[in-house]
């Protein structure tokens, strides 16, 4: 079993920053990828970003890239997701997610097997 527990939401204006933290922690499976999702009230989760660790590949939703990255602290078993230039329709709850396989669609939330408890990201205009 693999805990995550997410930090670092918060409300923000629009154009400000966030730095979001995925704490991972329990047995240490070797883990495919890491993701970033993010679900609105009436909306599906989709996913924002990912890491490969292996190799520290990293992958964007449209709608993020040159905004936000992502990246890990093997020490300390953590991934990060640095936010920029936010925008409202950047407000969610944002989940980190572990997957054990690989998948061609890194996206696809159905195909990670473990998931944070969510951390909220609000952004006003």
């Known amino acids: 079993q693999v805990q995550l527990v997410e930090s670092g939401g918060g409300s923000v204006q629009a154009g400000g920053s966030l730095r979001l933290s995925c704490a991972a922690s329990g047995v240490t499976y070797s883990r495919n990828r890491m993701g970033w999702f993010r679900q609105a009230p009436g909306k599906e989760r989709e996913g924002v970003a990912v890491?490969?660790?292996?190799?520290?590949?990293?992958d964007y939703a449209d709608s993020v890239k040159g905004r936000f990255t992502i990246s890990q602290d093997n020490a300390n078993d953590t991934v990060y997701l640095q936010m920029n230039g936010l925008k409202p329709e950047d407000t969610a709850m944002y989940y980190c997610a572990a997957a054990l396989l690989y998948s061609s669609m890194w996206h696809r939330a159905v195909d990670y097997n473990f998931w944070g408890q969510g951390t909220q990201v609000t952004v006003s205009s």
């Open positions: 890491i490969y660790p292996a190799s520290r590949r990293t």
